[in-house]
């Protein structure tokens, strides 16, 4: 009997996981290490004890499930993405990549499949990053990128550390969180971006995961009285913000054809509406698979900063925070994806991609070969509650899983 | 004996006043009705009732102390200004007023000096507005600009309203705030400009009260993911924002030669560093001494709202929530402060000037003769920690009221 997978099963969970931290408008709320987050955890570790998956649960909290393969000393393939989610963000986003790997082994399990090596599921913590920054935090700690000691000393803006929320939620694992042989990691994930949607595609074979920079600016004027305060006196923060808020959209423009640049959060003080603001925070986030691209772009980013600073006479601050280089993935990777690909839609309803999302997956990619699945997000959109992907693509996303999964656990 | 005052009582007061609410960096934190401003409206009546001073709190908390005429029955001559403060703002503005005011009754009580008329002093509510919108609400309702169920009704961020919160601090009063019959109000204030202090000089005559327009702002684009979303797909409400802090500079820049335009307030959402923002909303104040011009720069502004909108393709608000014609002093009253203010400084050392910021004056400038004295605002700087008057100008600035009051009190 050949696996396949179960498509009423797998329903049946993602409605149900996705009650956990439901929000009014279709979407979930379950931010790193909530009480939300511990629950899916929860159910997760349910799961993969039903389906006979020996759990390990690491001190990043990266939470594993493995099934043994036939030689069990081989470096096992390993699937997943993550199941924290944004402020009020999608069903789909992460939970597809880790509900879809259960379903492979369950699927494998009730074929009465064996594979040669060890198929293991994970669920990596800390994926967002929108309460605990940098994002990623789990998968770049196993990658080795952090040492554990600085991701369980990262803060929330209520100033929680990670390590003490972790505990908090009982999964603060013992197992080391390190590198270790992999023959393969693969991830399952909506794109995110409309081109699956545009083109009418169902999957599409991800080449790579472009390179991004994220910087923290800010600007300090001087507070003052916004009445008797003359124009030529005025050292305001959130005009100098507003020059590189423009400046953002120029060099997006014409930095290089696939960058893109954004200004996602802005914060003034004293923020007043009768006082001229004296302090702004903002945050800079430039995109690109040319790592050339990002940097040009970053370069011009700061320049644009000290320039707004000296028109309006303020001081200024530009810390880049993160800059992870564009991920090209292993060849073997993506042509085993794409076979999947081919034998599950055909020739005519997938197309290689390269993601402009970052994903765990970015980070597996540096100690072993790493592939992912695309399916569609519908406008494009994610990242909010609106999310969602045709019910078929999903299967058809999880079937592919699969058929790569089978390719990769026999080598 | 002629009535002085005493500085090193009121120096003494001052400061003593001062630690109430005192900040780190020199100044205060008593916004309306906090218990910091619960603790000075205490003090005050401690020392309203020890300078002998009738004590009435009215239905909007607005405090009064009234010193008899030897003809009781006549309409009373008003002084005062208010006693909250803006979050973490400055240890002058405001205070000067009631202090001063409470000085001035002291000065008459230690020279025994009678009036004919009676001389009230008041520390009026929520001048400030920045935790109860609008500002200036207890002296609009007591010139009849506004109902006390609106005022009462008004909610700060947290949904707590004005009138639950008057009653929580035990200052919801008994008496009618409503007009009433007045020979005229005088107030003594810090510029909160730079005028003054660049022309160094001691006191400014007030002519009148610029007038103001506030809004409120939102643009509602499309939150989405800021990696995988092309630039040409975007509905960013922070670019168009920025947009308009932009134009906001150039009205001000030429709509008028008085008028200044102010963004003060900024709030983006989801405010997350990989989410292009969905929904900004920020506000607007334009000011100038010809309501023409305010008038103008607050259509233009709209344009430029519906255009940013336009541009970007989101969804715009606009709404004006104050609009305040500009308020020119009684010829009376303006010229018995520049008496007042010639006897104590000369000729050199005092100047007519019009006011940038709102007062207190504005609104009882609608119900009676309303004079203000002006003393400089060290570097125009206000609003903030670090506002500043040299003690000598505050001392000039309370004579100059006494001697106003000398004269406005016996007509």
């Known amino acids: 009997m050949r696996a396949t997978i179960d498509a009423d099963r797998l329903r049946e969970r993602f409605d149900a996981f996705n009650e956990i931290g439901a929000t009014e408008r279709g979407g979930v709320d379950r931010p790193s290490l909530s009480p939300e987050n511990r629950e899916a955890r929860d159910r997760l570790v349910e799961w993969f004890e039903a389906a006979d998956l020996a759990v390990t649960v ?124 992999l023959h393969c990691y693969l991830e399952l994930h909506v794109e995110q971006g409309p081109y699956l949607d545009e083109g009418d595609l169902s999957i599409g074979v991800v080449e790579g995961v472009y390179g991004f920079s994220w910087a923290n600016v800010a600007f300090e004027g001087q507070a003052d009285h916004a009445g008797p305060t003359p124009m030529h006196l005025r050292h305001d923060a959130l005009v100098a913000t507003s020059d590189v808020v423009q400046s953002v959209r120029r060099i997006a423009g014409t930095g290089g054809a696939d960058l893109v640049g954004t200004v996602g959060s802005i914060d003034a003080h004293p923020n007043s509406i009768n006082v001229i603001p004296e302090r702004v925070e903002f945050t800079l986030d430039f995109r690109s698979y040319d790592d050339g691209v990002v940097e040009a772009a970053v370069d011009r980013a700061r320049r644009e900063v000290e320039w707004a600073a000296e028109r309006e006479d303020v001081e200024w601050e530009f810390e880049e925070i993160m800059r992870i280089d564009a991920a090209p993935f292993a060849d073997e990777c993506i042509e085993a994806v794409e076979r999947a690909a081919r034998s599950v839609v055909g020739e005519d309803d997938y197309t290689r991609i390269v993601s402009g999302a970052g994903h765990d997956a970015s980070y597996l990619n540096e100690i072993c070969p790493t592939g992912m699945i695309f399916v ?18 999903v299967v058809r996303g999880v079937e592919v899983l699969l058929g790569a999964v089978l390719e990769k656990a026999d080598e």
Chains 1, 2 share one sequence.
């Not at 913590?125 to 000393?153: C, I, K, T």
């Not at 494009?380 to 045709?390: K, N």
């Open 58 to 181: 690491d001190e990043m909290g990266n939470l594993f499930g493995r099934r043994p393969g036939s030689d069990d000393s081989l470096a096992p393939v390993l699937l997943g993405s993550h199941v924290d989610s944004q402020y009020n963000g999608g069903r789909y986003d992460g939970v597809l990549g880790v509900l879809g790997a259960l379903e492979v082994v369950e699927a494998l399990n009730d074929a009465g499949t064996g594979t040669e090596r060890p198929v293991e599921v994970v669920a990596w913590s800390n994926e967002e990053g929108v309460r605990f920054q940098p994002d990623m935090l789990g998968s770049g700690v196993f990658a080795g990128v952090f040492d554990v000691e600085y991701a369980h000393g990262r803060e929330d803006k209520e100033g929680n550390r990670f390590g003490d929320e972790l505990e908090r939620i009982g999964y603060a694992g013992t197992a080391p969180c390190e590198p270790r042989d």
């Open 376 to 393: 569609p997000s519908v406008g494009g959109i994610s990242h909010v509650e609106e999310e969602y992907t045709e019910w078929e693509d």
